[in-house]
């Protein structure tokens, strides 16, 4: 198991938002669904430090990692593609990906390597090098802060609503590269735009009000009548 | 701007700063120190701001320094050249432990947190009036250092700024310049790229305060005495601040053209008009921060390359 939640408890003052929560990540990508509120982003910035869990374990790759220090939870080799503003606007792309491999060891002596294949995976990037990500438009940006967290060789990529603010067809294409990228990498990608993402995992947790209400394969979830009435709008 | 265009204009300065003792008077060079002092604290306030933590509290680091210097030399007994370097480690020790305390505040409350530093320095040293001299300051019995030979101050103060410039250099091309951008540009991204924020903030801290330590130590060697009021200056703040934002902000480039631009036109500014020169350095700032939020180097380069545009 490369993450393992278990009985995780956290929130903010006397506010409890993850009731215990269980979830695991194998090598396959999992999709994290709920409604605004249920407690995803709180759950993804406890698996990288930015939140303290209050009880329960967070394991990666058999070590504990809940409430380690940011930075070293992005070394130990997950990487975390924020919600919205997640790049460094004031640097070129080249520099924004070289910056996603320069302090992760797993990373060390292979950023060649690792540059060919994001710029294989978005060929748009290649010619945009030496731009400033600051001019580059919303779709464009997400790809770079995917290929960010791609250069750091990660062993779990975790994505925070990567479809935020996209239009559609854009949206589309990048459930399709994350489709390709599930061989190479352990996934984790919160959603509400579960019809364009069940296309591109294997597996889903459904959250609401900080439990886990639902787990089920990714067919299973389509069919799931509680989640196509509630997410699938039909 | 061009590349070989920026050496040979490199070149040139560097061979005018080594040349100017056997051409110039002692008045010239004078200025000439001055404006490398300002130039030199300038720098090392853009270094900790290409981090976007915006210090008010350089003439703290810089009197704590001075004051080390002459207390070093009168009450330990050190060599006025030593002292120097102790001044350095002085304000870098402070800064360290300072730093570890204040490191973790950001944006107007780091900033406020520093200029009342600044003033607490200058408060404790006021009253310590038996150890440092009090109020009235204290004067170094052996005097000024080098006997006051107008080119050996001359030298010293070159060498204060070439340790600035060599420093500033290295922040731009080692790992320190993508730490300190992406701590700037975004908290979270970098963090979650591994960078350890606290650890580069903290080292970018010490750093440019020792190298503010260093040259109070300096300045205080310069003229053989010390006061509470000349050496925790606002001056010492605000017109490297000035210097900078004039210049352009986040690399070396523009807190030296700022620095010579504003330090020459204040010494003509202060024959012309005695304290009006303050004036003038507000009304830069204000049309500095409307105008040119990039400073003259930032005009510069946006105008030879007008396409290229660098985000914000």
Redesign the interface.
Known sequence: MILDIQKLETGYGKLKVLLGVDLKVGKESVGLFGPNGAGKTTLINTI?G?QRPWSGSVKFDGQEIGGK???L???SGI??V?QE???????SVA?NL???A???PRAAGIEKRQLDMVVQLFPILKERLKQ????MSGGQQRMV?IG?ALM?NPLLLILDEPSLGLQPSIVAEVFERLALLKKEVAILVTEQNVRESLKAIDRGYVLENGAVALEDSAAGLAKNPHVVSAYLGI | MNRNLARVVATLLGALAVVLPALAGAYPLQVARNVMLYMALAITWDMLLRSGQISFGIAGLFGLGAYASILGVIRAGMPAWASIPFAAAFSALAALLIGYLILRLRGMYFSIVTLALAEIFRIVIHNLHDFTGGPEGIVAPAGVIFGGSASGLYWLALVGLAVALGASIWFEKS?FH?AL??I???E??????????FRWLLATFVITSGIQGLLGGIFVQSYGFATPDSVFSADFTLLPLAMALLGGI?GTVGPIMGAVLLGVASEWLKLQMPYGHLVVYGIIIIIVILFMPRGLYGLARKMARPA?????
Request: proline residues 4%.
């Open positions: 990288m930015m220090a940011t930075h939870v992005a070394r990487a975390l924020p503003r997640e790049l460094f606007p004031g640097m520099d070289e910056l996603g320069a302090w992760v400033y990500v600051g001019t802060a960010r750091a | 790992k993508f951008t992406a700037r540009d975004n979270i991204a970098a963090s979650s790229s591994g960078v350890d924020i986040h290229e545009g660098r985000a914000e």
